[in-house]
């Protein structure tokens, strides 16, 4: 038995782990665009609840490695367009949101804990995601794609026209984007955690 940050690792805790893994991996197929949010390559899911879920009952380490298994997984049976950019970005924003979330409750178990730390990941994942996307993810995505960046920037400029380059649609798509998924999410785990822990508690 291995026992790190208060998490005790046994079969069955992997075993909920990898559950919670397949279970996000299946809410990704459920994706919807918000057009009047962000740009068509940005769609919405709701596929960090298990992570989070996974972060308050066995500890913030399992809600990162629930990320990574789901990734894995929709890498491995729906393959990417994105030559793994997308993937990466997903798992960091959601590895992030996660961690923090976890970490903070676990200091002290408690709803008022719960939200403070989703609140906190929400925050610190969308100021991470951001300035990954802009020094990193959407240069790398333009390049390994072939898409001009103009190409790019043009989606977010038909959202709203306050896009006009890289930085601009960052601030103007990509945060408001982030902060409503983050918050969309943090609501429903808030909603059922109490009704599906006591099964991950068992």
Do not use: C
């Amino acid at each position: 038995m291995f026992t790190l940050s208060r998490e005790t690792w046994s079969t069955r805790t992997m075993v909920k782990i990898s559950v919670l893994g397949v279970i996000s991996f299946i809410l990704m197929y459920f994706k919807f665009p918000v057009a009047w949010l962000a740009p068509s390559f940005l769609k919405m899911d709701i596929s960090d609840i298990p992570s989070l879920l996974g972060a308050f009952t066995l500890g913030p380490i399992a809600g990162v490695l629930i990320q990574l298994l789901k990734n894995i997984l929709n890498l491995v049976f729906e393959g990417t367009t994105t030559a793994g950019v997308g993937e990466a970005a997903n798992f960091i924003s959601g590895a992030i949101f996660a961690y923090i979330a976890g970490w903070i409750y676990f200091k002290e178990k408690n709803f008022k804990n719960a939200i403070i730390g989703m609140a906190v990941g929400i925050v610190v994942m969308t100021a991470v995601i951001s300035v990954a996307n802009y020094f990193f993810i959407f240069p790398i995505y333009s390049k390994f794609l072939g898409l001009p960046m103009e190409t790019i920037v043009k989606l977010g400029t038909a959202v709203t026209k306050k896009v006009v380059d890289l930085k601009s649609l960052i601030i103007f798509t990509v945060v408001p984007f982030n902060l409503a998924k983050g918050l969309l999410t943090a609501i429903i785990t808030t909603l059922i955690y109490k009704r599906v822990s006591h099964i991950l508690h068992k």
